[in-house]
């Protein structure tokens, strides 16, 4: 039988809950990429796997922000980098 873990940091299952963010009165489960950044404003980002796991789930969102900003300057300046490729 499964016991009630309410004063534990695993849940039910003996699994580590996710951190949460208390809004409203009710916790909420915190996203990871924002709980990471977060420790980075708060100057608390200091172990080395908390920073490698910044750089993991952060990379895809840079890339795609990077990725944004080529189609948008392209479009801009008429230059789009797909065509000046060679048939």
């Known amino acids: 039988m499964l ?4 004063h534990s940091p695993t849940g039910a299952h003996g699994l580590p809950m996710a951190d949460s963010a208390e809004v409203g009165g009710r ?3 915190e996203p990871h990429l ?4 977060g420790m980075l404003l ?3 980002l200091r172990r080395p796997i908390d920073i490698f796991d910044l750089v993991l789930h952060g990379s895809p ?4 922000i990077v990725r944004v900003m080529i189609d948008v300057a392209a479009r801009v300046t008429g230059k ?3 065509s000046s490729a060679p048939a």
């Not at 969102?61 to 795609?64: I, Q």
């Open 61 to 64: 969102v840079a890339l795609l």
């Open 27 to 29: 916790t909420r489960p």
């Open 3 to 6: 016991a009630s873990n309410v």
């Open 42 to 44: 708060d100057g608390t």
């Open 80 to 82: 789009h980098p797909e």
């Open 34 to 37: 924002v709980e990471k950044t």
